[in-house]
């Protein structure tokens, strides 16, 4: 079964950075596309950042643009989401999310993907 582990949450003063990896197993990683969302208490899951199964395109949402950088590692089976110039409104749950195979198109909404690893947490203090 697909299993998504989250790592390298913390608390992190605002302007610093944190790159956050999520490791796959039970599928074919270099066949799905892969994403980031997030999420505070209250607040529905949001959408932070995508990226293709091929790696070829990335995509992210405006609040994050110039900021975060979603990769991926295919031969380590691992998404990454480097944060940098982090701010407190950027402090939530992050999860990962795997797609459906080589699907090409842009995922934004949570409904678009198969499985969701469990979180890590990111604390930005002002």
């Known amino acids: 079964q697909v299993q998504l582990v989250e790592s390298g949450g913390g608390l992190v003063q605002a302007g610093g950075s944190l790159r956050l990896s999520c490791a796959a197993s039970?599928?074919?990683?270099?066949?799905?596309?892969m994403g980031w969302f997030r999420q505070t208490p209250g607040k529905e899951r949001e959408f932070v950042a995508g990226?293709?199964?091929?790696?070829?395109?990335?995509y992210d949402t405006d609040s994050v643009k110039g900021r975060f950088t979603i990769s991926r590692d295919n031969a380590k089976n691992t998404v990454y989401l480097q944060m940098s110039a982090l701010k407190p409104e950027d402090t939530a749950v992050y999860y990962c999310a795997v797609g459906p195979a080589r699907l090409g198109i842009e995922l934004r909404r949570d409904s678009d993907y198969q499985s969701w690893g469990q979180g890590t947490q990111v604390t930005v203090s002002s």
């Open positions: 990226i293709s199964w091929s790696g070829g395109r990335t």
């Open positions: 039970g599928l074919t990683f270099s066949t799905r596309p």
